[in-house]
């Protein structure tokens, strides 16, 4: 996606070797237009699955507004996993999962209430970035628990140097990234075309 693409290079932040910063437009302060953008672009990839998906399944709290701006397209729920156990305002009966954090390096727990993902439900996963993937294995995670489908993975920022991704679709795993990044450096970011496109 060209237009994300194009604000990554002017205004991301190179802040580690491995973590990009994206809080002036994308998971801090929200351009409410690139996200309307972004959510368009899921919903076109994914042509396919509207009137398919039931559910658009996501984790707090980056990946909420994101969810939301596709979710409009599909005409389903946006159900986000919540992060911490024994959330007082969580329902007892819920699915978990834990999950190591990438940005915080420590484990969390994740959950959703049972009575919101049912079996047989078809899910589209969507985050704002993928590492190391485990944030999108601890959503797959549930996904199987309630017995429900995956149709998907959607992304906003895929970092293909490290090996989430390439995980995922070797296990047959629909994985879409709205920007794939093949290197960053302190003040460049290289983008790279397709995932084939990594390894050149
Ligand atoms: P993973 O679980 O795939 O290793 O990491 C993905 C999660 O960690 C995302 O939900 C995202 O919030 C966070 N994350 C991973 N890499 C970055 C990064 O470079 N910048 C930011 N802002 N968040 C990241």
Do not use: W
Request: some cysteine.
């Amino acid at each position: 996606m060209r237009l994300l693409e194009e604000r990554i290079r002017r205004e991301a932040l190179v802040v580690l070797p491995d973590v990009l910063r994206v809080d002036m437009f994308l998971n801090h302060l929200i351009d409410a237009e690139l996200l309307d953008e972004i959510g368009a672009e899921f919903a076109r990839i994914f042509a396919d699955e509207v009137g398919r998906i039931t559910k658009i399944l996501t984790v707090e709290a980056s990946g909420i507004a994101i969810a939301c701006a596709a979710a409009r397209h599909f005409g389903v729920p946006v159900l986000f996993a919540k992060k911490g156990a024994g959330n007082k305002t969580l329902d007892k009966d819920v699915y978990c999962s834990s999950v190591f954090s990438f940005t915080k390096e420590a484990v969390s727990t994740v959950s959703v209430a049972r009575r919101f993902l049912r079996p047989g439900e078809r899910v589209l996963v969507i985050d704002d970035f993928l590492a190391n993937g485990a944030a999108a294995r601890g959503l797959l995670d549930i996904i199987d628990q309630a017995d429900a489908e995956l149709a998907g993975i959607g992304i906003v920022i895929e970092k293909g140097f490290q090996p989430g991704g390439t995980v995922l679709r070797a296990q047959g795993v629909r994985v879409e990234s709205l920007a794939l990044i093949k290197s960053m450096s302190e003040g460049r970011v290289t983008f790279a075309e397709s995932e084939a496109a990594l390894a050149l």
